[in-house]
């Protein structure tokens, strides 16, 4: 079995880390926003994150349209925490490509949120 490398993100800035096994998966400065809906509640918008693995890409009808998405999942413990966005066929939902979301049920606040 072959260990996968983990990224750490340092204790000096808050982070979201994956609820079943604490692998960090963003930084706070990566949030773009807390507006989105996952399949099981609220969910968040991520510019970036990491220990994250990425599933093939496939079109999806969802609340704003017509995307390509692919599942994301914690590279630590394969649990499925979002998705994300390949190509979205509508120009207002552009904004969305390369992005990321994680949804709240998967995730949990770490270091420095006092």
Not at 24 to 37: G, V
Not at 45 to 64: D, I, K, M, Q, Y
Not at 91 to 107: P, R, T, V
């Amino acid at each position: 079995m072959v260990k996968t490398f983990q990224a750490y993100l340092s204790n000096c800035h808050r982070t979201y880390s994956c609820i079943h096994c604490r692998a960090h998966l963003a930084n706070h400065d990566e949030l773009i926003s807390k507006s989105f809906q996952g399949s099981q509640g609220r969910a968040y918008l991520f510019n970036s994150v990491v220990n994250v693995g990425c599933g093939p890409a496939e079109e999806r009808v969802l609340l704003t349209g017509l995307h390509a998405v692919a599942d994301i999942y914690c590279e630590c413990c394969k649990t499925t925490l979002g998705w994300k966005y390949e190509h979205a066929f509508e120009s207002s939902q552009k904004y969305k490509e390369g992005k990321y979301i994680i949804e709240l049920a998967h995730m949990i606040k770490e270091n420095g949120w006092d």
